[in-house]
């Protein structure tokens, strides 16, 4: 795909967004455009297509490694988040 498609694509997909969704890609974005540049961050971004099981990975200023540590550290998160309202019983289960 060129990137006057891709930019096409890009176009018609913002002009069928809802106000917040349109608010949340710019946050996304706030915070991608920060992964490069001096003191850059670090970003990995999974993506699985519409009605299938497969999960494509795109990093950005990290390579497979620290992906794979950020990863890990994004499963901590959200179990953490999961688990810390639960009854005491669901914390062990």
Known sequence: MTDEEKAFVIS????KMQIFEKEH??????????????????AVILFQPYNTEYVS???????DMEAATLLLRADEHIG?????????KEMFN
């Open 25 to 42: 890609m710019v946050d996304i974005m706030y915070q991608l455009v920060h992964c490069y540049g001096k003191d850059a961050g670090k």
């Open 12 to 15: 018609t997909c913002l002009e």
């Open 57 to 63: 990975i795109t990093t950005a200023n990290c390579n």
């Open 80 to 88: 953490y988040v999961n688990m810390r309202n639960a009854p005491p």
